[in-house]
């Protein structure tokens, strides 16, 4: 599998109608917001921007604008990673668990389902400028800023993970450590591992 990769025309070497990359040439990744600044209203690539020892950016000469497209994603175009995170607007409808119109990123979940062809997202509840987390809370989940949304592709009966979740929560409430819930720093459980030795904290 070949990744492509866009660059700017103009910012390319031609040589007899030959186009080749020198390392003054811009690249665009049209899935990633955060290649993307606005100065004065206009959108333009930041690697194209001055940079001031203040953290600020501003227009120069070779400056490259951009225009912003908003459409309905094309997931199946989506770079296959679980880094890249996607600037949405998503409609959810879980009736009177969650409803309304919400800022997302979303992006891939999972690595050994990562190549599957269905599959997971993780969806993160941000505010407007895609930077500040929002915390939701749907049904009797913890209030949380993100939630991952299984396929379960490899599972036809759609049936495991539920199960197990039920059967954890049985065990939970056989055990004295249910009493702890939702953990604080006042009530910690410490577990190990047998093969490491190493301790780990709740």
């Known amino acids: 599998m070949t990744p492509y990769k866009y660059f700017v ?5 031609n040589t007899d109608g030959v186009y080749s990359v ?4 811009v690249s665009l990744n049209f899935y990633v917001p955060s290649d993307v600044k606005e100065v004065g209203g ?13 953290g600020s950016y501003t227009v120069n000469p070779t400056s490259i604008e951009v225009t912003k497209i908003v459409d309905k994603p094309n997931v199946g175009t989506w770079e296959i990673s679980k880094k890249t995170k996607h600037w949405c607007v998503v409609d959810i409808d879980f009736g009177s668990y969650l409803k309304g119109t919400y800022n997302v990123l ?10 599957n062809r269905q599959k997971n997202f993780r969806y993160a509840f941000v505010k407007s400028d895609y930077k500040s987390k929002v915390k939701l809370k749907i049904g ?12 379960y592709y490899s599972d036809d009966t759609k049936l495991k993970e539920p199960i197990i979740f039920r059967l954890y929560l049985q065990a939970k409430e056989l055990r004295n450590f249910n009493e702890q819930y939702p953990w604080s720093t006042s009530s910690i459980i410490a577990t190990s591992n047998p093969a490491s030795g190493a301790e780990t904290k709740r």
């Open 9 to 13: 025309k103009s910012t390319l070497q």
């Open 22 to 25: 020198t390392s003054e040439s």
């Open 42 to 54: 206009k959108s333009y690539v930041t690697s194209s921007l001055t940079k001031g020892s203040d």
């Open 106 to 115: 979303v992006s891939f979940q999972g690595s050994s389902t990562l190549y």
């Open 140 to 151: 009797e989940l913890l209030k949380v800023d993100k939630f991952n949304l299984k396929s």
